[in-house]
């Protein structure tokens, strides 16, 4: 009687399934598996995969190399990668879950070889078996931007961090020592020494200012003289009675011409210094 089979994802238990013999033998076939090694940078390999079967392959990349991987198939498979081992549906480093999938596999190792297996999974097929076609590419040399901003970033980021480990005690400890002095220094009595300088500057009293000459300002002063008053003008009033006014004549010396008055004007010139406590000293004079 067979031992029994130990439980997997992609086998159930033995025991529960009717076709005991028949995975007996399926997992003997799985102990010596066969696996297809690629060479090149471009491979476009077609096969097909019975249901619950696997196919394997194994490819080597050199060192900072990307690999991209695709497939087509018109039934339902899976392709599994694993880097250094076979893979299985529960133990895998990356899964293409349909043929619209792409993948690309950097190898970000320097100075040696990794070495990928790919597995593919054949499921359910209206026919005993499942086609495909899988294709690989290689590019040496053409690490991603991704990775290099990765690599980068994470070297700034640990830069940073050590940077702020080794910066935060020193930082503190001078805190520390500044603190400490002050306190020192203001326990301490002080002594202040002034030293006080005096420069003599020699300077002239008086000097020289030059003033303009005072404007000239003239006085303008006007006499006016009244005539004489006529002497011995008869005059004569008749009473009108009937028409209620006086009337009066004068004589012949009265009716001559009088004298205009007399207007005698003299001008003087000086000078004039305004004084304006006393505000009426210039009122009558005007600058020429």
């Known amino acids: 009687m067979p031992a029994p089979v130990p439980a997997s994802p992609l086998f159930p238990n033995s025991e529960l399934d009717p076709k005991k013999d028949q995975i007996t033998n399926t997992l003997e076939k799985l102990d010596s598996v066969v696996v297809t090694t690629l060479n090149g940078y ?29 497939y087509t198939s018109y039934d339902s498979i899976t392709v599994y990668v694993k880097e250094g081992s076979i893979p299985s549906s529960y133990d895998y480093d990356y899964i293409l879950l349909s043929q619209y999938s792409v993948k690309t596999i950097v190898s970000t190792s320097l100075n040696q070889t990794t070495t990928y297996y790919i597995g593919v999974a054949g499921g359910y097929s209206y026919y005993t078996y499942s086609s495909y076609t899988l294709s690989l590419t290689l590019d040496q040399g053409a690490l991603a931007n991704w990775v290099i901003g990765v690599i980068i970033g994470s070297a700034i980021f640990s830069l940073c961090v050590v940077f702020i480990i080794i910066l935060v005690p020193i930082l503190i400890c001078c805190g520390v020592c500044a603190a400490v002095t002050g306190s020192n220094s203001s326990s301490q009595p002080k002594n202040h020494n002034t030293t006080v300088t005096t420069y003599h500057v020699k300077t002239p009293i008086l ?33 009108n009675l009937n028409n209620n006014y006086y009337n009066h004549t004068q004589t012949s010396q009265n009716l001559q011409q009088q004298p205009p008055y007399q207007t005698t004007t003299t001008t003087t010139e000086h000078d004039v210094i305004y004084n304006p406590n006393m505000p009426s000293q210039a009122v009558n004079y005007h600058k020429i």
């Open 42 to 70: 471009s491979q476009t390999v077609s096969g097909s995969v019975n249901k619950n079967s696997w196919n394997y392959y194994k490819i080597s990349i050199p060192s900072r190399t990307a690999m991209t991987l695709s």
């Open 207 to 239: 000097t020289r200012v030059s003033t303009p000459p005072p404007p000239q300002y003239h006085t303008t002063t006007q006499v006016v003289t009244p005539p004489l008053p006529p002497q011995n003008d008869a005059i004569y009033y008749n009473a």
